[in-house]
């Protein structure tokens, strides 16, 4: 049998990473005219398309057709990839269309984490929500929203600079610039809380000394029954970026071992499985 000279396997890659690039720009799906409209436009011959062996993966990721068939055989691990660099972080990796959102707003979470913080929110009904990491805004928005739908409670967002925050029309919520381990913001936020719930959402810098801090800082607002919570240890897990060798979820299980009032909910608050907050979602049990 004839094989196809290494020049020519090279040229198949080519030209099906082009066409790739053409579908994706064009924001079209495979189709006979997408395939001519290709040809014409990058001077490639049909014949180079029709018989190019790659061509099929790509029409059965660019397809109209749901791809839910061939991914079911995904592992998490693959999924969970897929996510942080399309869905979770579409933002960072030239990935801004898909990036999630929530009314509109980027939001750097995932949808079951966003579920089971309407299902906290729910139980311990908080008087204010503290953020610490904001970005954008779209996650004091998600929260905001939920508040707005109990009829109680309000959202402190706290980062060093608020200058990505794009904001709404929220009269629940409220912002600080600043450190958020900076005994002033911590003093700041004693005074702005007076005495109220809380439920604290650690997710600014990862490494684990940083976010060690924040839980030490922060839990004396969370009340029993309520939450602490250290954002993104699955980054631990995955080495997603940034990829602190020791980040939250090391910063998680040392305070859980150094603060026996604190334990990793992961009954109730990882049941989905999915989640980037793994040994994450610390429950005050003790006063
Ligand atoms: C992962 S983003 C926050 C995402 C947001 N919570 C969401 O879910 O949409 C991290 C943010 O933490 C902020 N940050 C980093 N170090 C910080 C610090 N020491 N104090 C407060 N914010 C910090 C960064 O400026 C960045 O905006």
């Given at each position: 049998m004839k094989t196809a000279?290494?020049?020519?396997?090279?040229?198949?890659?080519?030209?099906?990473?082009?066409?790739v690039r053409f579908l994706v720009d064009a924001r079209q799906t495979d189709s006979p005219r997408a395939r001519l409209d290709?040809?014409?436009?990058?001077?490639?011959?049909?014949?180079?398309?029709?018989?190019?062996?790659?061509?099929?993966?790509?029409?059965?990721?660019?397809?109209?057709?749901?791809?839910?068939?061939?991914?079911?055989?995904?592992?998490?691990?693959?999924y969970l990839y897929y996510h942080y660099y399309f869905i979770h972080q579409g933002y960072r990796y030239g990935a801004g269309d898909l990036q999630q959102r929530w009314l509109g707003q980027d939001i750097i979470k995932t949808p079951w984490d966003c579920w089971i913080y309407q299902e906290i929110?729910?139980?311990?009904?908080?008087?204010?929500?503290?953020?610490?990491?904001?970005?954008?805004?779209?996650?004091?928005?998600?929260?905001?929203?939920?508040?707005?739908?109990?009829?109680?409670?309000?959202?402190?967002?706290?980062?060093?600079?608020?200058?990505?925050?794009?904001?709404?029309?929220?009269?629940?919520?409220s912002y600080l610039a600043g450190s958020s381990t900076a005994p002033e913001t911590i003093e700041e936020v004693r005074r702005r809380v007076a005495g109220r719930r809380a439920l604290v959402i650690a997710d600014s810098d990862h490494e684990k000394s940083h976010v060690l801090a924040e839980l030490r800082a922060y839990a004396e607002f969370v009340p029993v029954g309520g939450y602490l919570v250290a954002e993104d240890s699955l980054n631990d897990v995955m080495g997603h970026?940034?990829?602190?060798?020791?980040?939250?979820?090391?910063?998680?299980?040392?305070?859980?071992?150094?603060?026996?009032?604190?334990?990793?909910?992961?009954?109730?608050?990882?049941?989905?499985?999915?989640?980037?907050?793994?040994?994450?979602?610390?429950k005050r049990v003790k006063p």
């Open positions: 000279s290494a020049a020519a396997q090279a040229l198949d890659r080519e030209i099906a990473r082009d066409y290709f040809c014409a436009r990058a001077q490639v011959h049909p014949k180079l398309l029709h018989y190019n062996p790659h061509i099929r993966d790509v029409a059965s990721l660019f397809g109209d057709a749901s791809n839910v068939e061939r991914l079911l055989d995904m592992t998490l691990r693959d929110i729910w139980e311990t009904k908080p008087d204010i929500v503290i953020e610490l990491g904001v970005m954008f805004g779209g996650a004091s928005h998600f929260f905001a929203s939920i508040l707005d739908m109990i009829g109680h409670g309000e959202v402190l967002g706290i980062d060093l600079t608020l200058e990505k925050v794009r904001s709404i029309n929220s009269k629940r919520i970026h940034p990829v602190p060798n020791e980040g939250p979820q090391a910063a998680a299980k040392a305070f859980a071992a150094e603060n026996d009032c604190f334990v990793a909910d992961r009954r109730f608050a990882e049941r989905y499985i999915l989640t980037l907050n793994p040994d994450g979602y610390l």
